[in-house]
């Protein structure tokens, strides 16, 4: 199944998951959202049962493109995590007449981020790129999940171990946008007519403050949620208090 349906609200909404998750991942927040929305998510290339990404392309460009397949012809409530959330934010900026709202969970466009967060995640992050060079994936995971994750990478049962090894390569595909901008997405966002949500979990990592407080400020229509006990994760974690904060903004609009 590369691609799954929740809900039976009257309002339509496209939900893209983090990096090395599935389309599954967001299966307690739908619960949660049942009544409210008509729910649907794809498996992003190389997650899932998605497509096989193509190595001679932006991996970014690719998700996109997957994700813009999926958007109905009205406008449609985005909500993004992670990865999934810098995807939703480029289908707004690209094509915001088809959003009617926009909900971001901890994007994480490091281009957004220039302070201290941003160094101290580049150092934590060291260590995988130093493992990813030396072909380690068990080691790169490892950093990986001990920033990013809610579990660590040896409490995961074999089967999962295996699905994040085999695709730990994906993170330097991202670079180019998340890293470098190559989308242009930061100089966009001022002119971001859509209304948007940027949520974070209160225990995050500092770079996540750093990207949220940039995206707030810049995007016009921006609104800051915090979630109290959570962390990067939150969507999963905290899927009853993720799903509260988008009915509330939604009641909003």
């Not at 994906?170 to 190559?182: C, G, M, N, Q, S």
Request: charged share 20%; net charge negative.
């Amino acid at each position: 199944m590369s691609v799954r349906h929740w809900g039976h609200g009257d309002q339509p909404a496209l939900l893209l998951h983090c990096t090395l998750a599935h389309a599954g991942s967001w299966a307690g927040l739908a619960r949660h959202l049942a009544e409210h929305l008509s729910m649907t998510a794809p498996d992003l290339p190389a997650h899932g049962a998605g497509p096989a990404a193509d190595p001679t392309g932006d991996f970014h460009d690719q998700a996109t493109e997957l994700a813009m397949a999926h958007l109905p012809d009205g406008p449609v409530h985005l909500i993004g995590h992670s990865f999934g959330a810098t995807v939703a934010l480029r289908l707004a900026l690209d094509a915001p007449e088809r959003v009617r709202s926009l909900t971001l969970f901890e994007p994480v466009l490091f281009c957004a981020a220039d302070g201290p967060g941003r160094a101290a995640h580049d150092a934590a992050f060291a260590p995988h790129v130093d493992a990813m060079e030396r072909g380690d994936t068990a080691a790169a995971a490892r950093v990986f999940l001990g920033i990013w994750g809610s579990e660590s990478f040896d409490d995961l049962p074999p089967s999962q171990q295996a699905y994040v090894t085999d695709r730990i390569w994906i993170p330097k595909a991202t670079e180019p946008t998340l890293v470098h901008d190559r989308a242009d997405m930061l100089s966009r966002l001022p002119e971001l007519p859509v209304p948007t949500l940027v949520v974070e979990g209160a225990k995050s990592h500092p770079v996540v403050a750093e990207i949220n407080t940039r995206l707030a400020s810049d995007i016009p229509k921006a609104t800051r949620h915090f979630i109290n006990g959570a962390s990067h994760m939150a969507p999963i974690t905290h899927p009853q208090r993720g799903a509260e904060a988008i009915i509330q903004f939604h009641e909003t609009l």
